[in-house]
């Protein structure tokens, strides 16, 4: 991260371009655990009723939305291509219109953007120092891998945008909040820095346990949702009577063996399937640390979801199923236990559990019971190049495990040796409690990006903190409609509290908004530094497989943009330079293939919060995704430099 934010000049803001309109939808503030649908308005609740179904608006995005990822706390020099010269790869095309000031507010008739001369209009990122160790095989990690380091909350004012998006808004009806806008003097930013370090510690005093974000993923039936019901068991989330009725329904059902997925899978559809549809969320604690726990589904179709949970996580838990022939489908071509280790390393999950799951089964245990070690390690060393292929490191990334999630062996207490008597590392609980959490600066600009909302005494939004500390009272902006709020009530898990730090899952009461002006994907930010919203961006790609009919990606293609919780219909309008992954040299093409890293510009049709990656990393990774599948994964390089806020 640079030492300083960018400085950008300051221009009087005007909110008549691209306001976004938010979907109706609520949920039951009472749940303990809710249940998140990226594709739909609302959450859940897993234990509670569900609320009462509104209508939203006809949306034309196909995929579901999905959060953003989490900030990688490796500590290795990142592998990225200079940006430096984007001048000398220019697209033959029309010049870029950008209009003045005085006509931001006129609609346009074209939803891209032409790239020529655009250049000059961009902020350039400081060129990280590149290697020429990479190979084709890892240029994942060049994505995904960074070493971030923390921002300094400079004085920076942020102008409004002078690039159009494709359909103008008419005026908010807050129209004095440009006057609300707050800039900081040297003495103020050293006075509000000593309050927020004096809150940061405070919150320490009270409990000085870290906050981590956990996600399940997998292949369909590794036994994610298991896992996760067996923890909330073991750690006293669910008594014996709710177990034993689990137990009830399950056998009803002829499916005995999933009554601990039910704890997860809580509506019908998914119990009568035996598949995670929707991402499950429920909270458990250990005497170190306190986890959110996220259960993503496995199967294809919900891979959107799936993303929904992986951008939220800290840590990540890759299910694989032991059970003969069970590892071997979902490993193959085409299985999700590849695409979700891929999306899961470029959505911020730096360190990978493997749970090597269903161990007790009848195909991997011998005649005397024993867990079969023979299966154990071939599994992992079929899995490690490949996750090394990911961008995690095998010594310092990854740790493997056996478990049984039915049985809850090697989960909170270790598994019995006469069963595993060659197994010699710690339980899945040891395992999380030792993993490092993200470093977060308390003195960051606030970030939180909304991926739910609610009415509840005002309006309600859920999100999870990215940057900062946000305290009760504090003025922020709803990006990027840029709308004056006040926080007057924040609930950390259940509690309600007086303030918070990054990497907590929040739900802030807020003052001055109607709850329909709040949408997913919105940013609630600091005032006195807000975040960018803008309608196209330069970055760097890593191409997957592309589709049979479309292999070749040029200007023009289009796909589906998933960056943070904001989910949006986008267009590649130039192919500025394709890299070279052990060089890095740059050179002008009219289109690429697939397994290849390049440069481009994207735009979208409606205003998008987002950061340059090496700002806020939450913020600046994204993925594409064309029919259902994801076709490529990058990371933010350059924004307009009259990038709105």
């Not at 609300?180 to 370090?197: C, G, I, N, Q, Y």
């Not at 991997?364 to 992992?380: A, F, N, Q």
């Not at 740790?399 to 197994?423: E, H, M, R, T």
Request: with cysteine; aromatic share 6%; hydrophobic share 35%.
């Amino acid at each position: 991260m640079a030492d300083s934010w960018e400085d950008i000049d300051e221009q009087p803001h005007a909110q008549a371009s691209a306001e976004r309109k938010a979907p109706a939808g609520g949920l039951n503030p009472n749940a303990s655990s809710f249940n998140f649908n990226p594709s739909a308005s609302t959450f859940t609740p897993s234990f509670a009723p569900k609320p009462q179904a509104t209508t939203a608006p006809a949306q034309p995005i196909q995929e579901s939305s999905a959060p953003s990822g989490t900030q990688s706390h490796e500590q290795q020099q990142p592998h990225y291509a200079d940006t430096n010269g984007f001048a000398d790869h220019k697209q033959d095309a029309q010049p870029m219109q950008v209009d003045p000031p005085s006509e931001r507010d006129t609609p346009v008739t074209s939803a891209s953007t032409p790239a020529q001369h655009a250049d000059e209009h961009m902020q350039e990122a400081d060129a990280p120092s590149a290697t020429a160790e990479s190979s084709v095989e890892s240029v994942t990690a060049d994505v995904a891998d960074m070493k971030v380091s923390k921002p300094s909350p400079s004085s920076s004012n942020l102008a409004p945008d002078t690039s159009t998006s494709a359909a103008a808004a008419p005026a908010h009806k807050h129209d004095d909040m440009e006057q609300e806008e707050e800039t900081e003097t040297a003495e103020d930013r050293a006075k509000r820095e000593a309050e927020l370090s004096k809150i940061y510690a405070d919150l320490a005093k009270e409990d000085d346990r870290e906050h981590m974000n956990i996600v399940f993923i997998g292949h369909v039936d590794a036994g994610k949702s298991t896992i996760g019901g067996q923890i909330l068991y073991l750690t006293g989330g669910v008594d014996e009577r709710t177990i034993q009725k689990y137990e009830k329904e399950a056998k009803e059902k002829n499916r005995e063996s999933w009554y601990m997925a039910y704890i997860m899978d809580t509506n019908e559809e998914e119990r009568a399937k035996g598949k995670t549809v929707e991402v499950g969320r429920a909270h458990f604690e250990t005497k170190k640390k306190r986890y959110t726990v996220l259960d993503a589904p496995g199967h294809k179709n919900y891979v959107p979801n799936m993303i929904g949970g992986a951008a939220q996580a800290d840590v990540g838990v890759l299910v694989i199923a032991a059970r003969k022939g069970e590892f071997e489908t979902g490993f193959e071509r085409g299985g999700q236990t590849r695409e979700h280790a891929q999306l899961a390393k470029t959505l911020g999950v730096a360190k990978l559990i493997v749970a090597i799951n269903k161990m007790d089964d009848e195909s991997t245990t011998g005649p005397d019971g024993l867990w079969s070690e023979e299966r154990y390690t071939d599994i992992k060393e079929k899995l490690t190049p490949f996750l090394r292929s990911c961008g995690y490191n095998p010594k310092k990334d990854l740790v493997f495990l056996p478990i049984s999630g039915l049985l809850g062996d090697n989960i909170q207490k270790a598994v019995d040796p006469k069963k595993c008597p060659w197994y010699r590392g710690g339980t899945l609980f040891e395992i999380l409690d030792a993993t490092d959490p993200l470093p977060r600066d308390p003195l960051s600009p606030f970030r939180m990006s909304i991926i739910d909302k609610y009415k509840d005494m005002g309006a309600i939004a859920m999100g999870k903190s990215e940057a900062g500390i946000v305290r009760k009272g504090d003025k922020l902006f709803l990006m990027p409609n840029k709308v004056p709020v006040t926080v007057t009530t924040i609930y950390r898990d259940d509690n309600e509290v007086q303030a918070a730090k990054g990497g907590e899952n929040l739900r802030l009461r807020l003052g001055g908004v109607d709850e329909d002006e709040v949408s997913p994907g919105f940013v609630l930010c600091s005032r006195h530094l807000p975040v960018p919203a803008v309608t196209y961006f330069d970055a760097q790609l890593h191409l997957l497989d592309l589709l049979e009919h479309k292999s070749l990606f040029s200007a023009g293609y289009k796909a589906i943009l998933h960056i943070h919780a904001a989910v949006e219909e986008c267009e590649i309008t130039a192919l500025l330079a394709q890299i070279d992954p052990k060089t890095k040299q740059k050179k002008k093409v009219k289109f690429v293939k697939g397994n290849t890293l390049a440069m481009a510009r994207i735009q979208v049709e409606k205003l998008i919060c987002v950061e340059k990656f090496e700002n806020v990393p939450q913020l600046g990774r994204f993925t594409l995704r064309d029919e259902g599948r994801t076709i490529a994964i990058g990371k933010i390089e350059r924004l307009p430099k009259s990038a709105k806020a």
